[in-house]
């Protein structure tokens, strides 16, 4: 049976959201695959993470347990998942394109000479079991699906990219301890202290959004957009030409270089629905979009289109929504 291993990423003693969104989505998907996670923690944190996972999808949980895991060591990490990958081969390695997971990845990959799939948004395994890693290419006006010469197979995974049927596991767990001997490895950068950015909009686990774009044609129409999102609890949210023009922070900009989002419900007003803003809305349940161009390429994509004025619009819901 083929091997799937993921990097199970921590942030505060956490699990953080895409290891999981990883594996559940691997175990609802991927038939035939063995799904395997490694774990790298400081002993105090262990049971924690550990019950974090009973339900994620894994098969198996690898723990590699050493004080050099309390903060994050990324040249201790990078040498415990070489050591774990040369004495138990596997065909895939999947961890989360993080800001940990971009700086650990190539450390991987070149430790062990394997080609590298990053910032992936959709990933299948073919009937060879083969990893088929799908990511924007040519400044995102094209979707490559790429098959590595290189085993495992690595890749990374975009948060939020990868959504989950919401079926409940039901494997047992199977927790094995792995000691990956890195007692030699010394960082050679030394955390002297951290200060965590307060999560100003949590774009990402947004179940509700309201997008705007150009068609908002100004600023001050653009703050229409803020307004109904508070009025109906939504989260803001801009193309990337709505951010250049300043109508709104770079922090809630959607889609490829910006966040990949999967709510139950993207309002897009004003978007033309360019591939780069669509990838980072793939993940969302029902999109609905208002535009005056009936032939925006954003209505291929919705499962409701409106052909009118995005600001009248959005003049009128607010009116019905006080
Ligand atoms: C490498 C790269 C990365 C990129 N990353 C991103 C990214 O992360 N996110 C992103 O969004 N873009 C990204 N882009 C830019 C992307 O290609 C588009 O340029 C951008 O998404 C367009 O934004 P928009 O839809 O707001 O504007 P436009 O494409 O100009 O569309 C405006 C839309 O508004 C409609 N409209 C006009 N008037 C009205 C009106 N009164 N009422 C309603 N509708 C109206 C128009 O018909 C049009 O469809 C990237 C580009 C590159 C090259």
Known sequence: MNKLLIFIETDENKIVRVSKEISK???????DVEINGLLLTANEYKEDLINELQDSGLDNLYVSVDDKFKSYAPQACAAAITSFLRNNPQNIFLLGATAQGRELAPRVAARNNLGLTADCTEIAVDEQGKLLATRPTYGGQLMATIVS??????????????KSKGQVSEKVLNIYYYNPDIQNIIESIKVISSEKKAVKN??????????????????????LIYKFAELIGAQPAASRAAVELGWAEPDIQVGQTGHTVAPKLYLAFGISGAMQHLVGISGADRIIAVNTDKNAPIFESADVGIVADAAEVLKQLIDIAK
């Open 202 to 223: 949590d774009i990402e686990s947004a179940k509700l959004i309201v997008a705007g774009g150009l068609g908002m044609k100004t600023k001050a129409n653009f703050e």
């Open 149 to 162: 010469k290189t085993v495992p197979e690595f890749a990374t995974i975009r948060p939020g990219a990868l």
């Open 25 to 31: 989505y691997a175990c609802e998907n991927f038939n």
